[in-house]
């Protein structure tokens, strides 16, 4: 067995995503229909919008109403960016 340190799979193409997760998750509030925009029951497809915005470092608002399922992707603020504007506002002279 060879180990082999600078192999690059060729590319075949892969396959594309299926939803795209770029506009789903840029941070605007969407309105997903089930048949229309996802095909599984909403609280699955939910569970998969959580997976994937943790899987690109954001949180995910989601609510689920009949067949749709709205959705509002964030990125959550680091507990160091918290104490920063804290501190900032404590500057602040009144």
Excluded: C
């Excluded at 095909?39 to 569970?47: L, N, Y």
């Excluded at 918290?82 to 002279?93: L, W």
């Amino acid at each position: 067995m060879k180990e082999l340190n600078h192999y690059r799979f060729p590319n075949k193409g892969g396959s594309k995503a299926k939803y795209d997760w770029d506009t789903i998750l840029n941070g605007k509030t969407w309105e997903l229909v089930q048949g229309e925009d996802y095909k599984p029951e909403p609280r699955t497809f939910v569970a998969h919008v959580h997976g994937t915005a943790k899987r690109k470092g954001l949180k995910v608002h989601t609510h689920i109403d009949g067949k749709s399922i709205i959705v509002r992707a964030y990125k959550e603020k680091k507990q160091d960016d918290m104490q920063h504007q804290t501190m900032d506002a404590s500057r602040i002279s009144v």
